[in-house]
C-alpha cells in the first residue's frame, strides 16, 4: 500500500505499507483524494511537534472499504469525507456540543499502521496520505455520490476551518464588516464563509497582488497588499479581523484593524513557542482575540450542511483545486504549495 511517510528526517512514498482492519466503532476508507494542507508542511518542518515516524495527511476523501462492529451511519461503498476529530462522544465537551475540545482527541496518536513490521504513527488521527485508512466512525461523514471527491477532500480540513471559524466561532452577522489577512486556502474559505454569512464589507490582505482575482471569486468586496489600507476602506474599524497566515507581526495588525467590540480570530500556526504582543488598552472598548480549532466544528453536522451548500452553488470546492498530483508526485505538490502557487493541491490515488 502506497502513503507519505516522514520520520523526522526525510519524506518519502513509500509502497509497502500496511493498515490494520476497523475494529468496534472504526471504519476502513479507501482514500481517493487528499488536499496538501500546511499543517502537513508543518509537522516537516518542525513547527507542529508529532512524533515519528507518521504517515502524513489529514485532509481527504473517500469510500468505505469495511466497517467495524457496531457502526451503522455508513456502509462499504459510501462516500465519506474525513474529519480529523477523533471525539469520544461522551465526555462533558462532546456532550456540550463542543467536540473539538474533546480532551481524548487531542494528543493521543494511534498506531494503526505498519511498515516492515515496525508501527507508524496516525496523523491527525486521520493519515489520508495512504490508500486506505482507518479512523474512528465519528470521522467518517457520508456525503452525496454526486460530490467529486477531490473536491469534497477539502472539506476536511480547508472549508471546516474557515468556513467554520466564520459560522461558528466569530458568528458573523448580516451586514458585518470582516478583514482577512492571508487568502491561501484557509484564507479564502474564511472569505466564503464571509460572503455566505451576508457580510457587506469584506477587505482581503495578502501581499502577492496575483491573489486578488480568486479573492475577489470566493467572496472579497476589496483587495489590499497591505493592512495599512484598511482604514481608508473601514474608518472605523472591522468588526472581524482573521489572521490565517501564522505569522505574530499579523496577529498585532488584526487586533489594530479592529473596531469597538470587534474580535480577531486567530487561525494561522505559528511556531509553537512563538509570542505575540498587542497594546493592552487597544482591548478596553470591548475587544477580543479568540482562537479557533478546526472551526469550532460539529462534523457530523457542518460536513452535510457545507455538501449542502455546495450542491446549491453557494460553497465553492472546485475552485479550490488549483491542480491535482499522483501521489508519487508529492515532492513537486509541496514544492508548489510552499511557493504558493496553488490554493490547494490535491493528492490522487
Do not use: W
Amino acid at each position: 500500500m502506497r502513503g507519505v511517510v516522514f520520520d523526522g528526517e526525510r519524506v518519502e512514498v513509500a509502497d509497502d505499507l500496511e493498515v490494520r482492519g476497523p475494529g468496534p466503532g472504526e471504519v476502513l476508507v479507501a482514500v481517493a483524494a487528499a488536499g496538501l494542507c500546511h499543517s502537513d508542511l508543518s509537522v516537516l518542518d518542525g513547527t507542529i511537534p508529532f512524533p515519528r515516524p507518521v504517515v502524513l495527511g489529514h485532509e481527504g476523501a473517500g469510500v468505505v472499504d469495511a466497517v467495524g462492529a457496531g457502526v451503522t451511519h455508513v456502509a462499504p461503498g459510501d462516500h465519506v469525507a474525513l474529519s480529523t476529530i477523533a471525539n469520544c462522544g461522551a465526555c462533558a465537551e462532546c456532550d456540550r456540543g463542543r467536540p473539538t475540545m474533546c480532551r481524548k482527541a487531542i494528543g493521543m496518536p494511534r498506531q494503526p499502521f505498519t511498515r516492515a513490521g515496525q508501527p507508524l504513527h496516525q496523523f491527525a488521527a486521520n493519515s489520508a496520505f495512504a490508500e486506505r485508512t482507518v479512523v474512528k466512525a465519528v470521522q467518517a461523514v457520508r456525503i452525496p455520490d454526486r460530490i467529486p471527491l477531490t473536491s469534497a477532500a477539502l472539506i476536511g480540513c480547508g472549508v471546516v476551518t474557515g468556513v467554520g471559524a466564520v459560522l461558528n466561532r466569530a458568528r458573523v452577522a448580516y451586514g458585518d464588516s470582516v478583514v482577512v489577512i492571508g487568502t491561501g486556502g484557509i484564507g479564502l474559505n474564511v472569505l466564503q464563509g464571509a460572503r455566505i454569512a451576508g457580510a457587506t464589507t469584506i477587505v482581503a490582505v495578502d501581499n502577492d497582488p496575483a491573489k486578488e482575482a480568486p479573492a475577489r471569486q470566493f467572496g472579497a468586496t476589496h483587495f489590499l497588499v497591505s493592512a495599512a489600507g484598511v482604514p481608508e476602506i473601514l474608518p472605523t474599524g472591522a468588526d472581524h479581523a482573521f489572521e490565517c497566515v501564522g505569522r505574530v507581526e499579523l496577529i498585532r495588525q488584526a487586533v489594530d484593524v479592529l473596531d469597538r467590540h470587534g474580535q480577531a480570530i486567530l487561525l494561522g500556526v505559528p511556531p509553537a513557542q512563538a509570542e505575540a504582543s498587542f497594546l493592552v488598552s487597544s482591548l478596553f472598548l470591548d475587544k477580543s482575540i479568540l482562537g479557533c480549532r478546526y472551526g469550532s466544528a460539529r462534523p457530523q453536522r457542518d460536513f452535510a450542511l457545507y455538501a449542502d451548500l455546495y450542491l446549491a452553488g453557494r460553497l465553492l470546492l472546485d475552485e479550490l483545486v488549483t491542480r491535482t498530483y499522483p501521489v508519487e508526485e508529492f515532492a513537486a505538490a509541496r514544492a508548489d504549495t510552499e511557493a504558493g502557487k496553488v490554493a490547494r493541491a490535491v493528492l490522487v490515488f
